[in-house]
């Protein structure tokens, strides 16, 4: 199913299906069990962004729409995937950082 539906975007959208299915990342070996798959975040944010564009989004879904809105202004930086090193994740939660 899904891909039948991104083939279709593909063909009458190409500048979203690039935006939200084109890169990919090639993290080393050893580094992959750190990650989840972007596929799946990818699919769901542009699920997201058609609920919205549909009217079918619950206007009352203030998390949603906090999602849906930090998807859009990636928008403006071709959506940037960053990657954060265990180790250094590990001690950036050991610092006292941003008054947390």
Do not use: H, W
Request: aromatic residues 12%; contains cysteine; proline residues 6%.
């Amino acid at each position: 199913m899904i891909p039948k539906i991104q083939k279709l975007i593909g063909k009458e959208a190409p500048l979203t299906n690039q935006l939200f299915f084109g890169p990919k990342f090639l993290v080393p070996q050893y580094r992959q069990p750190d990650y989840c798959n972007l596929d799946f975040q990818n699919y769901m944010d542009f699920e997201r962004c058609m609920s919205f564009a549909s009217g079918k989004l619950d206007r009352r879904d203030q998390v949603a729409y906090c999602v849906l809105s930090t998807t859009i202004a990636a928008f403006d930086y071709k959506r940037p995937t960053l990657f954060l090193e265990r180790e250094l994740a590990e001690a950036l939660l050991r610092t006292e950082s941003l008054g947390i």
